[in-house]
């Protein structure tokens, strides 16, 4: 079964949308390699049946997925990733970005900061580099 | 063809109005939640599109059929009770119930009765737990194989276990049929994940009514100093103040004025919002 | 839909069925007895002839009287009072129950009609306890009747007792109990509520309206001149009215009857009359004829009918208002 692919996580207390959740969570599993173009993503319910969301919901994010071109709906047949995310970049353990935040978060541990100095140091940096307006 | 809709619809229990003036329309395969503090009205209204209450003001219909005291056949209706025969066995109330309908499905019932952990069909109803009681209810109803569920506080009594599982059946049946369901609570936090639709009832009448999203979008909360509230633009529906600070919630708004900081609502606030408004009306009322 | 009905008395079925197998047990063997005890005291010609004609010792029937007297109060009672069971136990709960716990809910949510449902939860219901009735109530009657002049019977058809038990007045008072408790209970919405008032409301109109059913029956009537010495009081039959005429036709108050026969009771010279100056004094008062209406005892058939055409009349009034009642409930 593909559900074995991709599985989502509805966290409820987020305050982040259940549609946007499950947005992010598909971008996030494309980016990292998990879900190739060619896969077909959980039908609704099949996620309901995992997680107890609204079926709408689920369709809703899929139509938004679609609309980035991400994704592809076929007619009784599901919803099918249509375009990588992935690249060397992220892709595996061994990519190199990868490896230098390792080494870099390695130091912080070192370094005796805590997880939310850390949380509050990345954030920063991101927002740096991507204004907000660019994310959204 | 909408599955429900009000026309200025009242009821008066001698004389209190328990719902008055209500107007909606629910869209086709939508799933609302129907919220509002206890006695708001909720009970009252899905018991008269169920047809077990006549309105004293106003007509209900469902796909666009009046209801005249008897339920649509593409409506079912899970009373808060969950009124069920409970010195029957399940089975037997399977049976008793398929024999009140014309249109029955032992199928659905079999597969509603069979998801989760599975119902023992030799138990008597009244010996089951608090969940197993309302899945049976709910595969009753379901057997109906209704396009529009009416559920009067499916989740009231559960655990949060058998509160996930009720709710992933009421979501299967969503995504497998299309179901259009309505069902009401007086705690946001249940529905909040599930529904894509609020219908807000205070005092008997409708406070707020349509896509969630949509709502939430036409809504800012704009924070900011009490001495020049009068820069802010929109219609204002609530607002809490300080010594200098002022909290307001706005419908329509325009941009936020220099010195404000404007951001959407949670369905949370806004619910409190609005609930706040309509207190505050009837006490000056 | 009668298979549910069905299911959901079961209890009380059972219940009845055990009432008609001990109650056809009990009064089989009562009879039996009661056979064999007319026959070892040689009383068996006493039960169908008139009492005077019984040559039996008095001390003998008396104490066949004595022992029986008990079984057969118990039996009429029985029959007298199993329509305000049927009431009580089988009228009263059953829409009342179904509103309190609140079932009713799930029937009107289905798509069987309201008054549907209510017709087959009334067959289910009535027409057992019906059955049971007309069973006790024969198998009563079939020892009864063996008992004959020894028994009630004695008493005569219209023995307020054994017009009770007879013909089909019980079935019009069960009828009448039942549908009594069925339309309280619709209204209250509370079975005990049901239970009480509906019993206490069928003992009133049962007994208010004991009465009325006699004047709807045509009457007989007898004059015979005031010197006759044929009795006018018919044995068994129903005296309705009884009195005097004058020569005229024109019936005399009972209290003027009552001065004029005290006069008769003496000569004009203050010394008691004789027999024949006595009748003779009575004509000449002006009391030309006795008369008196009443319903003989072989039309007893005709006063049942309408007895229970009455109650039944009532049973469909309260039947059509329970309806009406539960397509308002919500």
Redesign the interface.
């Known amino acids: 079964m593909l559900t074995d692919v991709i599985e989502f996580r509805i966290d409820r207390r987020s305050g982040v949308s259940t549609y946007m959740q499950i947005v992010q969570q598909v971008k996030q599993a494309m980016r990292l390699g998990l879900l190739h173009p060619g896969d077909r993503l959980p039908s609704a319910r099949e996620v309901v049946e995992a997680t107890a969301v609204n079926p709408n919901t689920v369709l809703k994010a899929y139509r938004e997925l679609e609309r980035e071109g991400l994704v592809e709906a076929r007619r009784g047949l599901g919803t099918f990733v249509t375009k990588s995310l992935s690249s060397e970049a992220t892709i595996g353990d061994d990519a190199p970005l990868r490896q230098e935040l390792t080494g870099w978060m390695g130091r912080a541990q070192q370094g005796g900061l805590l997880v939310e100095d850390v949380d509050a140091l990345y954030s920063a940096v991101r927002d740096e580099h991507y204004p907000a307006e660019e994310r959204a | 063809m909408n599955p429900l809709t009000a026309t200025a619809v009242g009821k008066r229990y001698r004389t209190r109005w328990a719902v008055r003036d209500c107007s909606f329309a629910i869209p086709e395969g939508k799933v609302v939640a129907l919220v509002g503090p206890n006695g708001a009205g909720k009970s009252t209204l899905l018991r008269m599109a169920a047809g077990l209450v006549r309105p004293t003001t106003g007509e209900l219909r469902t796909f666009d059929t009046p209801v005249n005291g008897r339920i649509h056949p593409d409506v079912s209706f899970l009373a808060q009770n969950r009124s069920l025969y409970r010195d029957l066995t399940v089975r037997e109330l399977t049976r008793a119930v398929a024999a009140m309908n014309d249109r029955w499905s032992a199928d659905r019932v079999r597969e509603v009765l069979g998801l989760l952990a599975g119902v023992d069909y030799d138990a008597k109803v009244g010996t089951l737990s608090a969940g197993a009681l309302t899945q049976v209810a709910i595969a009753m109803a379901l057997g109906r194989l209704p396009r529009l569920l009416l559920l009067d506080e499916p989740l009231s009594d559960l655990d949060p276990l058998a509160r996930d599982e009720t709710l992933r059946i009421i979501m299967t049946e969503v995504a497998d049929r299309g179901t259009t369901v309505v069902m009401s609570s007086h705690l946001l936090s249940d529905l909040r994940e599930v529904c894509d639709h609020i219908l807000l009832i205070d005092g008997g009448r409708v406070q707020v009514d349509g896509d969630i999203e949509e709502v939430l979008a036409r809504h800012r909360i704009l924070v900011g100093p009490v001495a020049e509230e009068s820069t802010v633009e929109g219609t204002l529906v609530s607002a809490t103040r300080t010594e200098r600070q002022a909290t307001l919630l706005l419908r329509e708004a325009r941009p936020a004025p220099e010195g404000w900081a404007g951001t959407e609502p949670d369905l949370e606030s806004l619910v409190m919002g609005y609930l706040r408004a309509s207190r505050e009306r009837r006490s000056s009322a | 839909?009668i298979?549910?009905s069905w299911?959901?008395q079961r209890a009380q079925l059972i219940t009845l069925l055990g009432m008609v197998v001990i109650g056809a047990g009990v009064i089989t063997l009562l009879r039996s007895n009661m056979i064999d005890a007319i026959n070892s005291s040689q009383l068996a010609h006493c039960v169908t002839q008139a009492i005077d004609e019984c040559s039996a010792p008095a001390e003998v029937q008396k104490a066949f009287r004595t022992e029986w007297a008990t079984p057969f109060q118990t039996a009429q009672i029985l029959i007298i009072g199993l329509p305000a069971l049927i009431g009580v136990f089988i009228g009263a709960p059953l829409f009342a129950r179904e509103l309190e716990?609140?079932?009713?809910?799930?029937?009107?949510?289905?798509?069987?009609?309201r008054t549907r449902?209510m017709v087959s939860k009334l067959v289910v219901a009535l027409v057992p306890a019906l059955i049971v009735l007309i069973v006790l109530q024969y198998l009563v009657w079939w020892w009864l009747t063996a008992a004959g002049a020894l028994g009630p019977r004695l008493n005569g058809s219209f023995n307020p007792v054994n017009f009770g038990i007879d013909h089909v007045s019980p079935v019009g008072y069960a009828l009448f109990a039942f549908a009594l408790g069925t339309f309280v209970g619709v209204v209250s919405r509370r079975t005990l509520v049901a239970m009480t008032v509906g019993l206490g409301a069928f003992v009133v109109v049962r007994f208010a309206l004991s009465g009325l059913v006699n004047d709807l029956v045509p009457a007989q009537r007898r004059e015979v001149p005031a010197g006759s010495d044929v009795d006018l009081r018919q044995g068994g039959g129903l005296e309705l009215e009884f009195g005097w005429l004058n020569a005229s036709g024109q019936p005399i108050p009972h209290d003027k009857v009552s001065a004029l026969i005290q006069a008769c009771k003496s000569t004009p010279s203050g010394t008691p009359n004789t027999q024949e100056g006595f009748l003779a004094c009575l004509p000449q008062s002006g009391l030309a004829k006795k008369y008196t209406s009443f319903i003989p005892e072989s039309q007893a058939w005709q006063v049942h009918l309408v007895d229970a055409a009455i109650f039944g009349g009532l049973a469909v009034l309260l039947l059509v208002g329970t309806a009406w009642a539960l397509?308002?409930q919500?």
């Open positions: 839909m298979w549910a299911r959901r716990q609140g079932t009713h809910v799930l029937a009107f949510t289905q798509s069987v009609s449902w397509r308002r919500s």
